[in-house]
């Protein structure tokens, strides 16, 4: 056994050493390194490091690639877990974060095999004659041999020919596969837990970029890899993990390759180093400025918003004062404390005259999201009439003016034709009537005081989008509303080309003019005709496969 590594009473000690490189690597992080910008004709050469430049140290090399290693927690415990996985793969293990397709050995401590079979069932997943369920005494050993270990009897809580095992299936369950994953959003389980934050982070970085430039096909690539490399149950690790992922262009794969090596892509350093890349971050930043304003300040030389406010020449738009006016406020996340405190300022209001309506928090907050920019709901009444609907909003607004709640709001009446086809374009607004506010959400209203809040001020300022639409057109509008933004693109992306079909935010169109019967029960609790079914039987899909429409909460974030 090496002097770095000892057994004390059981447990795993280290030296001083081992400790010192722990804690650094535990307080680092990722920061851009090389200014170069990279080519995009296909994978990159690999260029010399850089001597002398301020680096971090890139992710641990693998030396025993034929293992994957995952350390179960149970009986174990968080923070000693994580300091096993970490040291395993400082000694060139790989170790996962989550079990998945990949896994060879599971590494278990104070369990039976029996413990582990069971745990196993509760994730659904079947041991294989080519999973090995080990004791954590392997593990140590093979740290301290620095390579894996024969594995011996007495490292196995399930002997390879599982004969201990009470379930003789096991012994006829085939290896364990990865599944091949979708191409398109609205096909893929994506959770809030993103295993490859160090890529898509970078990917988002580099399509903002290019929608600021408006190039939109490079934008729309990397948000479609950011988007696959989000739904991964696994961190990719080398370029091999990379093999069989769609959506994975030449370009953005250059972005993966480097990070992998250097930690940081260069690309991105020079991106976020970028005068028009940062004026353009900065300018959008205010409610109700987008690319054409932006580019007309960045042309005139303007880089802050003390200048642009402190000139008198400019004239700016209702919405733009409002924005300049509780700029600190809106750009502050809003909490889900928050949004639920503005949900029920929004019910209040809308039941005082439509007393059946349904009000549901669309956009982030309902896929599962703790904090957003704003808060959006969808109205609709099933017992209105087109005149009421239409004197909601109007009634709304007054009553909250009324109230001195209201600092500021536009309202865009309904455009909408009932006999009209759906729009081909995969980013098309809806034509229904909306409004969009800024509300004064008193602290006393959120529970527990979880309003981020300015000192000396009561209220804050949060921004609200209201969307009436008419019952009948409330399973598309919700779809819509809800998002992710890329699962809404590949939703209408699918309906296009593998169904022929054209999808948006009033209705579902085909030539077969398909008539669905029955209803739905939305996670809200409100019965809702004919969705998700019909999106289902005009898709021709099961249940299981267009799990976007189902559960909003394992949507593309």
């Not at 030296?15 to 004709?41: C, E, F, I």
Request: charged fraction near 30%; hydrophobic fraction near 35%.
């Amino acid at each position: 056994m090496t002097s770095e590594l000892f057994m004390k009473e059981g447990r795993l000690s280290l030296t001083s050493g081992d400790t010192d490189r722990w804690h650094r690597q535990k307080h680092q992080k990722l920061l851009p390194m090389d200014p170069l910008q990279m080519a995009h004709s296909g994978p990159r050469k690999k260029r010399p490091r850089q001597m002398g430049a301020s680096m971090v140290s890139p992710p641990h090399d693998i030396k025993f690639r034929d293992l994957v290693l995952y350390i179960l927690e149970k009986k174990m415990g968080t923070t000693r877990r994580a300091f096993l996985m970490e040291l395993a793969r400082s000694k060139g293990f790989r170790v996962e974060n989550e079990l998945s397709d990949s896994v060879t050995h599971i590494v278990a401590e104070n369990n039976s095999g029996s413990d582990v079979l069971e745990w196993l069932q509760v994730q659904n997943v079947k041991a294989s004659s080519q999973l090995e369920l080990l004791d954590i005494s392997w593990l140590i050993e093979s740290m301290g041999a620095g390579k894996p270990v024969e594995v011996a009897g007495k490292h196995q809580l399930v002997r390879r020919d599982y004969s201990a095992s009470p379930n003789p299936e096991l012994q006829k369950t085939p290896p364990l596969v990865v599944k091949k994953i979708p191409l398109y959003a609205c096909q893929r389980r994506t959770t809030l837990n993103n295993f490859n934050h160090i890529f898509t982070d970078a990917f988002e970085v580099l399509a903002e970029n290019y929608e600021f430039k408006e190039n939109e096909i490079s934008s729309a690539t990397f948000m479609r890899a950011a988007s696959v490399l989000k739904s991964l149950p696994f961190t990719i690790i080398s370029m091999k993990d990379t093999e069989g992922i769609p959506c994975l262009e030449d370009k953005v794969k250059c972005v993966i390759e480097e990070i992998i090596e250097d930690g940081e892509s260069s690309e991105v350093k020079a991106v976020l180093n970028d005068e028009r890349y940062q004026s353009f971050k900065l300018f959008t930043s205010v409610f109700g400025v987008g690319l054409k304003t932006s580019e007309k300040w960045f042309r005139m030389g303007f880089r802050t918003l003390s200048k642009i406010k402190s000139d008198k020449t400019l004239k700016f738009t209702q919405m733009q004062k409002a924005g300049f006016l509780y700029y600190e406020d809106l750009v502050s996340c809003v909490t889900r404390a928050e949004a639920e405190a503005v949900g029920v300022l929004v019910k209040e209001a809308v039941w005082a005259f439509l007393p059946d309506a349904f009000v549901t928090m669309t956009g982030g907050f309902r896929r599962g999201k703790k904090i957003g920019h704003d808060v959006d709901f969808l109205i609709t009444s099933p017992g209105s009439t087109d005149e009421e609907e239409e004197q909601l909003l109007p009634k709304v607004i007054n009553l909250w003016q009324r109230k001195e709640l209201l600092l500021y709001y536009d309202l865009v009446e309904s455009t909408f034709e009932k006999l009209k086809l759906p729009s081909r374009k995969v980013d098309a607004l809806d034509h229904f009537q909306k409004c969009f506010l800024i509300l004064k959400l008193h602290h006393q209203r959120v529970d527990s005081g979880k309003c981020s809040q300015q000192e000396g001020k009561t209220w804050k300022a949060i921004r609200v989008d209201l969307v009436m639409c008419p019952y009948e057109r409330r399973a598309f509008a919700l779809l819509g509303w809800t998002g992710s933004r890329q699962f809404e693109r590949d939703l209408r992306r699918y309906a296009t080309h593998e169904r022929k079909m054209i999808l948006d935010n009033h209705a579902l169109y085909d030539k077969t003019k398909i008539t669905v019967e029955g209803s739905w029960k939305d996670p809200d609790g409100s019965t809702v005709p004919t969705w998700p079914r019909i999106y289902l039987k005009g898709f021709g899909l099961k249940d299981d496969e267009l799990v976007g429409s189902l559960e909003p909460v394992q949507r593309e974030h």
